[in-house]
């Protein structure tokens, strides 16, 4: 963790910032659910020039295998944090897949760009609000994510932004993502 800490400093202005309250069960991507419990490990403030936070989240999932005692696991994940000007109301962005496009065959649901066919076809977009949505995803923000690392989901929740993956902590994946968090955040 002391390498990914250097590296980040050695190319953000990096900060201890304890006075940012970020609810990590507003977001469905980092909520809890049965068989998954997650906290804060902790937070870095990034002003590169513009702010984005890096929480550090510890998740801890359990199962109980036929009839055994229950396990636990854990698993440490990186996510970006940002506070943005527009409100984009409730979005969910990942890489499409093969099975998206299948079942949007029978059952429609996620949001269109008609104008911007690169980002279509490349991105699922599911929202609860395609206007509000469509107004906050300009033409600049849509070709901002299309840097998004594969691995990679963006959820938004008002003017609060989260982006990261549910893969362990490593420090190329967490560069990746702040420097993809500053694109991000440089869009106010």
């Known amino acids: 963790m002391e390498d990914t800490y250097d590296a980040l400093k050695a190319k953000?202005?990096?900060?201890?910032?304890?006075?940012?309250?970020?609810?990590?069960?507003?977001?469905d991507l980092t909520a809890d659910t049965d068989m998954t419990v997650t906290t804060i490990g902790g937070l870095l403030s990034i002003t590169s020039p513009n702010q984005f936070y890096?929480?550090?989240l510890k998740t801890r999932y359990s199962a109980c295998y036929?009839?055994?005692?229950?396990?636990?696991?854990f698993k440490y994940s990186a996510w970006a944090y940002i506070n943005q000007t527009k409100d984009?109301?409730?979005?969910?962005i990942r890489h499409e897949t093969f099975n998206d496009r299948l079942v949007?065959?029978?059952h429609p649901c996620e949001m269109k760009f008609e104008d911007d066919k690169p980002f279509d076809h490349k991105f699922y977009v599911v929202t609860n609000d395609d206007q509000k949505a469509h107004l906050a995803m300009s033409w600049n923000f849509r070709n901002a994510v299309m840097d998004m690392g594969d691995n990679m989901v963006l959820e938004t929740e008002g003017k609060s932004l989260i982006i990261?993956?549910?893969s362990d902590i490593n420090l190329e994946q967490t560069i990746q993502l702040a420097?993809?968090?500053s694109k991000i955040a440089a869009l106010k």
């Open 12 to 27: 953000f202005n990096i900060d201890i910032d304890c006075d940012i309250h970020f609810d990590i069960k507003k977001f």
């Open 54 to 56: 890096l929480v550090f």
């Open 66 to 73: 036929r009839g055994q005692s229950r396990t636990y696991w």
């Open 88 to 92: 984009f109301g409730r979005i969910l």
């Open 104 to 106: 949007a065959l029978l």
């Open 164 to 166: 990261g993956s549910h």
């Open 179 to 181: 420097e993809f968090a």
